[in-house]
């Protein structure tokens, strides 16, 4: 925003692709070589809490409605992703997490608006 360029605020989930580990897929290896060779352990980022997600959400919401129209062009960001489930990068709600990240998402943006509003009144 400084460099007056625009930008499309991200907000992760989280990502994991262990889920995939031992399925033998026609792209990639998944991370193994590069990560394990590199790093000693198989890529993946650990997934946020639900009250990180919900500060991120909220950063996120609050950065592009803070500069619509100059640093956030498009006024939006982008959240990956709706249900990549398998890659530990979701937020649909599903059988073994109902919808908390969904959910923490929802605060995020509710918290948002209400940031912006409140400092937007003064």
Known sequence: ???????????SPGWDPSP???????????GHS????????????????????????SAGVK??????????AASSVVIGAWNENDEGHWIVPSLKHGSRKLEAVKRGIASAYAQHTADHRA
């Open 63 to 72: 950065f592009a409605l803070d500069h619509q129209g100059s640093a956030t």
């Open 20 to 30: 995939r580990e031992f399925i033998d897929l026609p792209w990639g290896d998944q």
């Open 1 to 11: 925003a400084k460099a007056g360029l625009a930008i499309v605020p991200p907000i």
């Open 34 to 57: 590069f990560c394990v060779e590199k790093l000693g352990h198989p890529c993946y980022v650990q997934d946020p809490t639900m009250v990180e997600l919900q500060a991120h959400t």
